[in-house]
């Protein structure tokens, strides 16, 4: 591996290289566009044979679902890496046939939508796949890949968890980095492309209008661009369908599917409410953060300082919500998101759960108590508070 390469090392990569020593099932990895799933996988498999669907002579030949026809371009116990198979019209029993039918061959699908590669493999695939996420880049990835940080060192869970949290000082202004982040993201082509509100603004044409409201899903592009805004605008608050509806002129079932799209496309992410007992439940809504927020940010084309922002607060909470959701799905820690809010309004912005673990997480840019409300309620849990200074 070159040392251009391990500039571009990810958490994910050995995951990845040990996929085939444990698993025969296909590798299928998702995740936006441009958060560099074909760099990972080009890097990590450097002999497999690529083949990119968006090549319309490589389409023609893998919607022919014929194994002679894939036998004269795929070699047995070869690995394929297949890139952007979502935009086949049957990804599953292409994958399913090659899988079948080619001996040995190690097959790697990628896809930025997982409505349309999860629904066309979800049948042709069962038992025959295991997906993984990839998602923009990390804090801690971040600062390697320019060389702020010497190496990779993904401590979220462990400064989250741990009871002797140690602050090493930083030889850099950690503050000014997330800062810039808050504003602009966290995409890979961020770092060529520091604070380029032009180069950022074109990203997310092309994300949302072209690839998003292109794809035949939505029927009215002005509903969805506007609820996005709308969502944009309300990061970390419950979302009210009826309220959203009425804004728009629409019913409730069309918000409620437009959103499992932008959930689908990695535009955002949904964090359900903690009630473990249903007969307590009184706040029912999930709330709504922005898997990037550099997106978020342009889709309103709010590039204001962090310091002048009324809604610092929300973005800082935002930035930590998807850097958890990260961290559970890279080390596959297997715990569920949740939030908490009484009736009283008393609200905690993270909870976290695995088994009878429950970890309550207070999001705040700076030093905040442990709320009395939760932890009356439920006594059995750890407290831990996260802000910008102990962040790492």
């Known amino acids: ?9 990810r ?4 995951r990845l290289k040990k996929h085939f020593s444990h698993y025969r099932e296909v590798l299928i990895l998702l995740g936006p ?26 389409r023609k030949l893998l919607e022919s679902y014929d194994v002679k026809t894939y036998s004269t371009f795929i070699r047995p116990n070869s690995s394929v890496i297949i890139d952007e198979s979502h935009l086949l019209n049957n990804p599953g029993r292409m994958a399913k046939i090659i899988h079948d039918q080619i001996p040995g061959v190690k097959l790697i699908l990628t896809g930025s939508s997982s409505f349309h590669l999860k629904k066309g493999t979800q049948e042709s695939l069962a038992g025959r796949k295991i997906d993984y996420n990839l998602f923009p880049l990390t804090l801690e990835e971040y600062l390697f890949q320019t060389g702020i940080e010497p190496e990779i060192q993904f401590n979220l869970f462990h400064n989250l968890f741990s009871n002797e949290k140690e602050t090493i000082p930083k030889l850099y202004d950690l503050k000014a980095i997330l800062e810039n ?10 770092i060529n492309h520091p ?12 994300i949302i209008y072209k690839d998003l409201l292109g794809t035949g899903l939505i029927e009215n592009q002005r509903v969805a661009s506007d609820l996005l805004k709308l969502l944009a605008y309300q990061i970390g608050n ?17 918000i409620k599917r437009y959103i499992q799209i932008f959930e689908d496309s990695f535009l955002i992410v949904r964090i359900p409410p903690f009630i473990p007992n249903p007969r307590d439940a009184v706040v029912k ?89 939760f932890m009356n309620k439920f006594p059995e849990a750890k407290f831990t508070s996260i802000t910008m200074e102990n962040l790492l």
């Open 33 to 58: 566009r441009q958060a560099g799933k074909t760099t990972l996988l080009q890097r990590v498999f450097p002999e497999a044979q690529y083949y990119l669907v968006d090549n319309e002579p490589v």
């Open 1 to 9: 591996m070159t040392l251009d390469s391990l500039k571009y090392q």
């Open 181 to 190: 982040l808050l504003i602009y993201g966290l995409f890979p082509n961020s």
């Open 195 to 206: 604070q380029d509100r032009l180069y950022l603004k074109n990203f997310v044409d092309s």
């Open 285 to 373: 809504s999930d709330k709504i953060y922005f898997l990037d927020l550099g997106i978020r940010n342009a889709l309103l084309e709010d590039y204001n300082d962090i310091r002048l922002r009324p809604d610092a607060g929300a973005l800082f909470e935002n930035f930590i919500i998807i850097e958890v959701l990260k961290a559970n799905l890279y080390m596959n820690a297997n715990y569920h998101l949740h939030f908490w809010r009484s009736r009283q309004g008393s609200e905690v912005d993270l909870i976290l759960t695995k088994g009878k673990e429950i970890y309550a997480v207070e999001i705040k840019m700076s030093k905040q108590k442990k709320n009395r409300a």
């Open 238 to 254: 419950l979302v009210n369908y009826s309220e959203l509806a009425t804004k728009l002129g629409v019913d409730q079932r069309t």
């Open 11 to 14: 958490i994910l990569d050995e």
